[in-house]
């Protein structure tokens, strides 16, 4: 006689998969609250001085411009190093 296997329940899988999206999301609600905040306590305007001349932005917007070169930045350079390899 061979014993019987009992079949995996689809419902724990379900209950796992529920509980991961509902923590990912909840996550991802607490960054976008932390990143509202933080371009709403960042709106004063600064003097940015650029090579030639100068001029006011938000400083919310000079932060960001700044992340998003240091990304380019970063992925040029990994770029580079992985060619030499």
Known sequence: MSSPTTPVSGKSKEARRN???MA???GMVIVAVLITLFAV???KSV???WVFGSGHA???I???ISLLVGILLARFAE???S???
Do not use: H, Q, S
């Open 58 to 60: 938000p400083l919310i």
């Open 83 to 85: 060619k030499r390899r």
């Open 79 to 81: 770029r580079l190093a």
């Open 41 to 43: 306590l960042n709106l």
């Open 47 to 49: 003097k940015v001085d």
């Open 24 to 26: 990912r999301t909840g």
């Open 62 to 64: 000079v932060i960001v």
């Open 19 to 21: 509980r991961r999206e």
